[in-house]
């Protein structure tokens, strides 16, 4: 069994993949605006948040049913199981930004947990360890 990752790597990783969602988001901004010619999307837009809510979910699942997003391969960390289930990997997600929204409880709780897990790790069922 391999060793649970602690909390600074996670963190690191964490940090690391802002900015391929930068850039997704980026992109996702220019396919919002494209049919619009242009025109700027109105501040707090509730259909342009969602839409970038889909997207960081997009990276983030399909970067975890691989078992690891661009951050967690630069700080050698994994997800486990591999192959999550959808569901799974939605309530990883939605949980993770309750946690984060908690004032980053969800993810500080690593430091309490014998397996060093956040709240999005132990309402999906996933670890993420050490390579």
């Known amino acids: ?17 802002l900015f391929p969602l930068a850039a997704l988001w980026m992109l996702a901004g220019l396919l919002w605006i494209a049919p619009t010619g242009g025109r700027a999307v109105p501040p707090g837009d509730p ?21 690891q997003t661009i ?6 960390i994994h997800v486990e199981p591999a ?3 959808w569901a799974r990997l ?5 949980v993770a930004l309750v946690g984060l929204a908690a004032a ?18 132990i309402a999906a069922g996933t670890r993420v360890v050490r390579r």
């Open 1 to 17: 069994m391999s060793a649970p990752a602690s909390l600074w790597r996670r963190v690191a990783a964490g940090v690391y993949d």
């Open 47 to 67: 259909l342009f948040r969602a839409w970038l809510l889909v997207v960081a979910f997009a990276y983030y699942a399909i970067s975890w049913r691989g078992g």
């Open 71 to 76: 951050g967690m391969r630069a700080w050698k």
């Open 83 to 85: 192959r999550v289930p």
């Open 90 to 94: 939605a309530v990883r997600f939605a």
């Open 104 to 121: 980053g409880a969800g993810i500080w709780w690593a430091l309490l947990d014998p397996e060093r897990r956040c709240w999005h790790d």
